[in-house]
């Protein structure tokens, strides 16, 4: 009976691996096409056969190829399950039903018939592979043409992508066609936000200014960032002045690299290094109690610019969410940034405020909570720099707009570095003067206090005579 009920256990243990399909895809690249026309919604998909984790296809006997002349059933089953039941679109807020599917093929994965719409629906409905073409798993892909009804092709479409599920990592290339022409081009990595497939601006610039603020607050350095520029500067004058010069400076990187597109791979990589090695040095310099309320700027104007590339490569791979509207998604994405810094400011600084006060040892209080920023980052840098010197250097390309663009960037933080460091020059000759101008004055007037009168003017007689 134990053997029995061993046996039985055994078999629900291993029963759900012997009937799945196969093993999950590495890499999985999904190909979409949408068009709206008159009533219906027109789709075409080109998914990898592999991505169809629970269907079993049939294959020729004693072999791994395919069996071509039963597989257009399992084919259709698949694209029913993984793709029709995973796509989710919306006519403005109401989602549309499930599409259909209408055809479907099989196809070799480097077949170029997925290129355009039109090529991809000349494909879907010609003719099938023949049958005595030798195609193994996981070189076929499964191309479907599906259609769902709409109430209008002018209305407000938008799509939720639900595909990361059928591989470990998915990229999907999706293009709409609206029926005024043209074409949006989307690609992203995984599931995305639901995003409009043809957006207003009105719609693009909501959109960006929530993408902004959400991208601010997901990301630890910019807070701890803040929190060193609350230890710093305690004044309110301060504090506006610091924002107003740290966010023109940011708009400007960021606008810059709007127009350069730079896509070398290092070079996210040294702004994730400068960002820490910024946080680094704002941090010392809440430690050290360096006296910069009087002129913020300077050292705003050059983290601002670190922090605006690194905020450029935040929004380079969701900028294409806002359509033709690209110019408006920036400045809604900086718009968003800039409020976030404002309230997350002032809420930190009101914390600051409220600890140093109620603090039996301030000074020591602000030097901990440097410290631990500086900690933090320091490591952070040191990772982010070894991840770097592993990444082959490549000189992005540029067109001589974009180069003029970025040398005025270049010049602009050169300018901002060097009067930091006059100003600190300045401020330590003027700091030692005026130290031995207060140790001349003491000694005269201790000299004043203590020699006799008589002394002084029998002194100068006595240099009068030895002068004649």
């Not at 480097?110 to 494909?123: G, I, P």
């Not at 601002?304 to 490569?313: E, P």
Request: with cysteine; charged share 15%.
């Amino acid at each position: 009976m134990r053997r029995i009920a061993l046996v039985i256990l055994t078999a629900v243990i291993l029963w759900p691996g012997a009937v799945s399909g196969h093993e999950v895809p590495d890499d999985v690249r999904i190909r979409t096409f949408l068009k709206p026309e008159g009533n219906r919604m027109r789709i075409l998909v080109r998914i990898p056969a592999n991505a169809l984790i629970d269907i079993l296809f049939p294959t020729l006997p004693q072999s791994d190829w395919l069996d071509l002349k039963q597989i257009d059933g399992f084919a259709a089953a698949g694209a029913k399950v993984w793709v029709a039941d995973l796509l989710s679109l919306y006519e403005g807020d109401d989602p549309l039903p499930e599409p259909q599917v209408l055809a479907v093929r099989i196809s070799r994965s480097n077949d170029a018939s997925f290129n355009t719409f039109q090529e991809a629906l000349k494909h879907v409905n010609g003719n099938r592979l023949p049958s005595q073409t030798l195609l193994l798993l996981n070189n076929a892909s499964v191309d479907a043409l599906l259609e769902t009804p709409i109430h209008s092709a002018y209305s407000d479409f938008s799509f939720e992508p639900n595909f990361a599920r059928v591989g470990v990592r998915v990229t999907t290339k999706l293009a709409f066609l609206p029926p005024d022409g043209g074409v949006q081009q989307f690609e992203y990595e995984g599931d995305s936000v639901p995003f409009h497939l043809n957006p207003s601006w009105r719609q693009a610039v909501v959109h960006f200014i929530k993408a902004g603020s959400e991208h601010y607050l997901e990301e630890t350095d910019y807070l701890l960032f803040l929190l060193c520029v609350a230890l710093v500067f305690r004044r309110f004058q301060a504090v506006a002045t610091f924002l107003a010069a740290f966010a023109a400076a940011q708009s400007f990187a960021l606008i810059t690299f709007f127009g350069l597109a730079p896509s070398a791979p290092w070079i996210p990589l040294l702004c994730g290094v400068l960002i820490a090695a910024a946080i680094v040095y704002v941090g010392i310099e809440a430690i050290v109690a360096v006296p910069a309320e009087d002129k913020p700027w300077p050292v705003a104007v050059g983290t601002g610019l670190i922090f605006g590339s690194g905020f450029w490569f935040g929004l380079q791979p969701v900028i294409q969410f806002g359509g033709v509207h690209g110019l408006a998604s920036l400045l809604a994405f900086n718009a968003g940034i800039v409020l976030t810094e404002i309230s997350a400011l002032a809420l930190l600084a009101l914390a600051m405020q409220c600890l140093l006060r109620f603090s039996s040892a301030p000074r020591v209080a602000a030097i901990i909570a440097a410290a631990i920023a500086v900690r933090i980052s320091w490591h952070r840098m040191l990772d982010r720099a070894h991840t770097l010197s592993l990444v082959p250097f490549s000189f992005p390309l540029m067109n001589p707009a974009a180069f003029t663009l970025a040398a005025m960037a270049v010049a602009a933080a050169l300018a901002a570095l060097a009067y930091r460091l006059w100003r600190s020059y300045l401020f330590r000759i003027s700091g030692a003067t005026l130290a031995g101008s207060s140790e001349l004055a003491g000694w005269r007037a201790e000299s004043a206090r203590t020699v006799p009168k008589e002394a002084i003017r029998a002194r100068g007689r006595s240099d009068v005579v030895r002068f004649t």
